[in-house]
């Protein structure tokens, strides 16, 4: 059967991204004086390679690899928070992410308010927030301190009432990074059953984890990325087997 572009929700497309990185920042006064002619040397970093992957609609797709080796750098190119260097990335779809705990969260603003806030960047209405603020906060189980200022929140507070969130904007598409490993282990459960039950409504899911049993009982693929590079991309099991005998 014909593959359409339709059919996916993510298009990578020869994709590089680089960094600079300065080698000599001045800090002080003292140091701007004395490195004048000479500071500012930069080296270009480059954590992306030419990467290309096709995402089908209703995947669920881990993206795996060692500290470094630019898993999280991908995700933000797909939320759009950087862009690359060279390629393209297309998304179709609604699409929500939980990339940094916390992020878009006002510290001084109660959790309610940061609900009404973040809900709203995702593209809800009032009227829409109104209806699902009740099963924000159930999921969140944070009704105690719905009220309070966030910045009084621990960060795995913060993490539950950024995936209530998420999770209720009703998004084609989902990115998650890393935040799943904050919290208790009851709230981590519950993330990964709403997970499922997200996968069963046909939602494209994309995850970076390095939770191996979360992988393989939850993926539908596996993608390993080695030195900005993908080393290989195929079914669940084959992918993290090979990942875990060339790691460990």
């Given at each position: 059967?014909?593959?359409?572009k339709e059919d996916y929700k993510i298009i990578v497309d020869g994709v590089y991204k680089t960094f600079n990185v300065y080698l000599d920042?001045?800090?002080?006064?003292?140091?701007?004086?004395?490195?004048?002619?000479?500071?500012?040397?930069?080296?270009?970093?480059?954590?992306?390679?030419?990467?290309?992957?096709?995402?089908?609609?209703?995947?669920?797709?881990?993206?795996?690899?060692?500290?470094?080796?630019?898993?999280?750098?991908?995700?933000?190119?797909m939320t759009k928070i950087i862009y690359p260097n060279k390629g393209s990335i297309e998304t179709n779809g609604k699409l929500t992410s939980?990339?940094?705990?916390?992020?878009?969260?006002?510290?001084?603003?109660?959790?309610?308010?940061?609900?009404?806030?973040?809900?709203?960047?995702?593209?809800?209405?009032?009227?829409?927030?109104?209806?699902?603020?009740?099963?924000?906060?159930?999921?969140?189980?944070?009704?105690?301190?719905?009220?309070?200022?966030?910045?009084?929140?621990?960060?795995?507070?913060?993490?539950?009432?950024?995936?209530?969130?998420?999770?209720?904007?009703?998004?084609?598409?989902?990115?998650?990074?890393?935040?799943?490993?904050?919290?208790?282990?009851?709230?981590?459960?519950?993330?990964?059953?709403?997970?499922?039950?997200?996968?069963?409504?046909?939602?494209?899911?994309?995850?970076?984890?390095?939770?191996?049993?979360?992988?393989?009982?939850?993926?539908d693929r596996a993608v390993w990325l080695y030195q900005g590079e993908v080393k290989m991309d195929g079914d669940t099991k084959e992918v993290?087997?090979?990942?875990?005998?060339?790691?460990?």
């Amino acid at each position: 059967m014909n593959t359409s572009k339709e059919d996916y929700k993510i298009i990578v497309d020869g994709v590089y991204k680089t960094f600079n990185v300065y080698l000599d920042k001045a800090n002080t006064i003292k140091e701007k004086l004395l490195f004048l002619f000479s500071r500012n040397r930069k080296e270009k970093r480059e954590v992306l390679k030419n990467i290309n992957l096709k995402i089908k609609t209703g995947e669920v797709v881990a993206l795996i690899g060692t500290n470094g080796s630019g898993k999280s750098t991908l995700l933000k190119l797909m939320t759009k928070i950087i862009y690359p260097n060279k390629g393209s990335i297309e998304t179709n779809g609604k699409l929500t992410s939980l990339l940094e705990l916390g992020a878009g969260f006002h510290p001084d603003f109660s959790g309610r308010e940061n609900i009404y806030f973040n809900a709203s960047i995702f593209g809800l209405t009032r009227k829409e927030i109104d209806e699902r603020l009740e099963d924000i906060i159930e999921f969140s189980e944070l009704r105690d301190f719905i009220d309070n200022p966030v910045r009084t929140y621990s960060s795995g507070m913060f993490m539950r009432l950024a995936f209530a969130v998420a999770i209720n904007v009703n998004a084609d598409i989902l990115l998650i990074d890393e935040i799943l490993s904050v919290g208790d282990e009851h709230f981590q459960n519950k993330c990964f059953d709403k997970m499922r039950e997200l996968k069963k409504q046909g939602k494209t899911m994309v995850f970076v984890t390095h939770n191996m049993n979360a992988v393989t009982e939850l993926c539908d693929r596996a993608v390993w990325l080695y030195q900005g590079e993908v080393k290989m991309d195929g079914d669940t099991k084959e992918v993290v087997d090979e990942y875990i005998k060339v790691t460990t």
